[in-house]
């Protein structure tokens, strides 16, 4: 089992930055691919962001491409998410999630049935 914790969500205008932290538990950390998904009301979970710790391999999704970076910190089994030039469109529930290291590329990773454990998400919301 692994448990995951997520904190840093809040409310904030556009244009402004958020860091989004993830505390993992249970299992060897570096072991996992990691990832962020978020929700709005009425929407399917979307993938943000990957990464696998063996190989740096990153992955986003396009409309944060460029503003968003996914980071992970073994030894404090930590993966965050640096959120730059909030847009309106940001605004959702963020979930971090984990799953088995089996791939190298984080492109493997951006569905949501590859992942087997989700935190409770946080709360982001910009506003205009």
């Known amino acids: 089992q692994v448990q995951l914790v997520e904190s840093g969500g809040g409310w904030v205008q556009t244009g402004d930055s958020l860091r989004l932290s993830c505390a993992a538990s249970?299992?060897?950390?570096?072991?996992?691919?990691m990832g962020w998904f978020r929700q709005t009301s009425g929407k399917e979970r979307e993938f943000v962001a990957a990464i696998v710790s063996s190989t740096g391999s990153t992955s986003y999704t396009d409309s944060v491409e460029g503003r968003f970076i996914i980071s992970r910190d073994n030894a404090k089994m930590t993966v965050y998410l640096h959120m730059n030039s909030l847009k309106p469109e940001d605004t959702a529930v963020y979930y971090c999630?984990?799953?088995?290291?089996?791939?190298?590329?984080?492109?493997?990773?951006?569905?949501?049935?590859?992942?087997?454990?989700w935190g409770q998400g946080t709360q982001v919301t910009v506003s205009s």
């Open positions: 999630t984990a799953a088995p290291a089996r791939y190298w590329s984080a492109d493997y990773y951006s569905t949501a049935n590859v992942y087997e454990y």
């Open positions: 249970g299992r060897t950390f570096s072991n996992y691919a």
